[in-house]
């Protein structure tokens, strides 16, 4: 597949009709990709913050205690934290990498994205009212479900106001068949606005009796990440591998498995959580064998990413949307398998802060850190200047990288330990839970250190490129030299691909 | 900002100084994705798959708990001690508080319990076995291991002693004794009032140590109390049981 030419840009790249086009449809999308950027960006400042003081509130509740300031105890700040990240944050980004990705595989131009806009408003507006709804004590008590009753319909409206907007794009493609990603796109948009209305549908407004609605609560949260994050996440990765590598992705039947295999088995997932609680054990029984079913896709697509790169893994040293979407491949894989770990031994780690640690994981180690790949990659051909500076990008990626494993690792073995204590019958409910204190101590050193640190650096770097003070130059922006004598055709394509 | 979509601006770029050869140097090295490979899923793969698919497999078949519930058996009139005519069906009472108090969240509402975690009251030994021991796990609550019907159970039972009270738990009791103790006698409020007197002051749940201690294998409460007016704990078979319907 790969030419042995050395003329690489001539048989690789495609005519200057395709470098037109290209070039056509990231100005096309300018105005939206940029509006979703840069308010996802945004909220992601405020969430990170929101997630320190969360984070130190749980083991120092004295931290930032004045009277005016009450708003920000524990439980308010921690549900707020995590709404903003997901809503704020994962949302916004994810649809801006959805509507870059879905126009240039169907190569069409954006026209008119008024729609966009609007609805990204209103989604903005969702979500801000929801946050201070939060901080003001009308928040509500289920996971991911927190903002106030009326702040749904709100992001229910926008979200699918988008999601038509990238199904029409998906209608009027140039070519007939659909590349993998956008298989992941259309079918994310059709899968949120389904869990998300069933979800309130029961909640708010024909409310199932007492337990039912956690079991609602339960299964939304799970779904979310294994029917949005995870296909947003794989279409940024089925598109950036391959587009970085230059090679074909290895084997459309295994992306066939994986697709279907989630398709089929996310929405089963969730009731794992109760395991052993006052729910059918029915229920219980069949979320948790989905959640393990779920390490199928694991297989399917690690395999598919590994072949697809194999042969190019130097390329990760040196482009960072490659190395950021590497990682978050390997998010997907660790996701995955803490989720099945969480359902096997869920009558141990549910209710405990293990349970934070695969949030963290699935929406930082996984998704998070597949969205950075693919603004590193877009945002220099939305706004025509590369990426400052390669030690930015460095000083954003690695204490992202160990923050994440951290992170991750950390609040699980956490979690098995005050599932243990907690239990031991003959010891109290709080000694077990002043097991996990020194956890959360931890995890407070970790967000502090890592999380906040990598991301102040990601920010300032995002908001220089939005104001153009990015490089002006032809040469992209690398993470080091690459020595295109010494590794031939591969590294200059590696030159090439970031 | 300017409008894409107004056509006198379409080829203006973001800022009017831009370099439009710069513009199409990131495109320009980028490179085509190509059709997806054809390689095919190898064999290899599903022997990968397949430990995953039994796992999951043995995941549900450990927890499903044989899918549906155990159904009670009917109510059979005849079991109703005699002097019928009374004011209340204590089995019948006692089915409507066992689910409304909270008995069913954990022993589930057919008594099936779940499997390694709660332990099922139908034919559980300790239903059938003494009514003073079943009185008083239910008054102060149970810690530790227990074995029931051969298992092993190791959890934590509340006291319900102080959310009942003695007519109720009579109640409860008849329904578990006669629904799923294999007809066991029924109890009646006057002799979990024993119960209650006599440990109106323990705070600490039991343990199977101390109940064994404290209550010899099959002593039972002293028959005192009756339904329907009756003093006498009477016998199922007793003749010309009328059933006191009126508690439905």
């Given at each position: 597949m790969t030419s042995e030419s050395t003329v690489v840009n001539q048989s690789n790249t495609g005519t200057v009709e395709d470098h037109l086009e290209r070039a056509a449809i990231d100005r096309s999308t300018r105005l939206p990709v940029v509006f979703f950027l840069t308010s996802g960006v945004a909220w992601l400042a405020v969430s990170i913050l929101l997630g320190v003081i969360a984070s130190i509130k749980q083991h120092s509740p004295g931290f930032l205690d004045w009277d005016w300031l009450g708003f920000l105890n524990f439980g308010r700040v921690q549900p707020a934290f995590i709404n903003a990240f997901v809503y704020g944050w994962c949302f916004q980004v994810g649809i801006a990498v959805a509507i870059w990705i879905m126009a240039r595989l169907s190569r069409v131009e954006l026209k008119n994205p008024v729609t966009l806009i609007v609805a990204g408003h209103l989604w903005n507006l969702g979500v801000s009212l929801g946050v201070l709804g939060i901080l003001a004590g009308q928040g509500y008590s289920l996971e991911f479900l927190e903002f106030p009753k009326f702040v749904w319909p709100l992001l229910f409206v926008a979200y699918s106001a988008i999601s038509i907007w990238m199904v029409v794009m998906f209608q009027v493609r140039k070519r007939s068949d659909a590349y993998v990603a956008q298989w992941y796109i259309v079918a994310a948009c059709f899968w949120f606005p389904w869990i998300y209305l069933t979800a309130n549908m029961m909640i708010h407004v024909l409310p199932v009796p007492g337990v039912m609605k956690s079991a609602a609560g339960a299964w939304y949260k799970s779904s979310l990440i294994y029917l949005f994050f995870v296909p947003i996440g794989l279409a940024s990765s089925y598109f950036m591998i391959p587009k970085i590598v230059g090679r074909s992705i290895y084997s459309y039947g295994l992306s066939m498995v994986a697709f279907w295999t989630i398709a089929g088995v996310g929405a089963w997932t969730g009731l794992q959580k109760f395991l052993g609680g006052p729910l059918p054990p029915l229920l219980t029984a069949i979320s948790g064998s989905a959640a393990i079913l779920m390490l199928i896709p694991v297989v399917a697509i690690g395999i598919n990413h590994f072949m697809t790169v194999r042969g190019h893994h130097g390329l990760i040293q040196y482009s960072p949307t490659l190395r950021f979407t590497f990682f978050g491949a390997i998010g997907f894989s660790v996701t995955c398998l803490v989720g099945a770990f969480n359902a096997i031994f869920g009558s141990t780690t549910s209710f405990t802060i293990a349970e934070d640690g695969f949030n963290m994981i699935s929406l930082y180690f996984f998704f998070s850190m597949m969205m950075f790949g693919a603004i590193y990659f877009i945002l220099p051909r939305i706004v025509g200047c590369e990426w400052l500076s390669r030690r930015m990008i460095q000083l954003h990626f690695w204490p992202s990288a160990y923050g994440a494993i951290g992170l991750g690792l950390w609040l699980v073995v956490g979690g098995i330990w005050q599932g243990i204590s907690l239990e031991a019958w003959d010891s109290s409910t709080i000694s077990a839970a002043g097991t996990s204190g020194s956890f959360l101590v931890g995890k407070s050193f970790i967000w502090t250190t890592f999380i906040l640190f990598s991301n102040v650096v990601f920010v300032l770097h995002f908001l220089m490129m939005l104001f153009r003070l990015g490089r002006r130059t032809h040469e992209p922006t690398l993470l080091g030299h690459p020595q295109v004598h010494h590794a031939g055709q591969q590294l200059a394509d590696g030159g090439a691909g970031a | 900002m300017s409008d894409p979509s107004t056509p006198t601006l379409r080829n203006i770029d973001y800022s009017e100084s831009m370099n439009v050869g710069r513009v199409h140097e990131s495109v320009k090295r980028e490179k085509d994705i190509r059709e997806p490979g054809n390689e095919p899923v190898s064999l290899g793969v599903y022997l990968l798959l397949t430990p995953l698919l039994l796992l999951a497999g043995g995941f549900f078949g450990l927890y499903h708990d044989g899918g549906q519930a155990p159904k009670a058996p009917d109510f059979d009139a005849s079991l109703i001690p005699a002097g019928g005519g009374g004011e209340v069906d204590p089995v019948a009472e006692g089915k409507k508080l066992f689910g409304s108090v909270g008995c069913a969240a954990c022993h589930q509402p057919a008594g099936q319990?779940?499997?390694?975690?709660y332990p099922p009251l139908v034919d559980s030994e300790w239903v059938k076995g003494s009514d003073k021991r079943m009185a008083m796990i239910i008054h102060g609550g149970l810690v530790g291991p227990i074995t029931v019907k051969g298992n092993l159970y190791n959890n934590n039972m509340p006291a319900q002693g102080p959310l009942l009270t003695p007519k109720k738990m009579a109640y409860i009791m008849s329904f578990i004794r006669h629904t799923w103790g294999g007809g066991a006698s029924l109890v009646t409020p006057e002799q979990t009032q024993l119960v209650y007197d006599e440990f109106k002051d323990r705070t600490a749940p039991w343990t199977v140590d101390e109940l064994e201690k404290t209550v010899p294998e099959g002593e039972m409460l002293p028959k005192v109390g009756g339904y329907g007016g009756d003093d006498e704990q009477a016998a199922p078979d007793s003749a010309g049981a009328a059933a006191p319907a009126d508690a439905q």
């Open positions: - | 319990g779940q499997a390694g975690i």
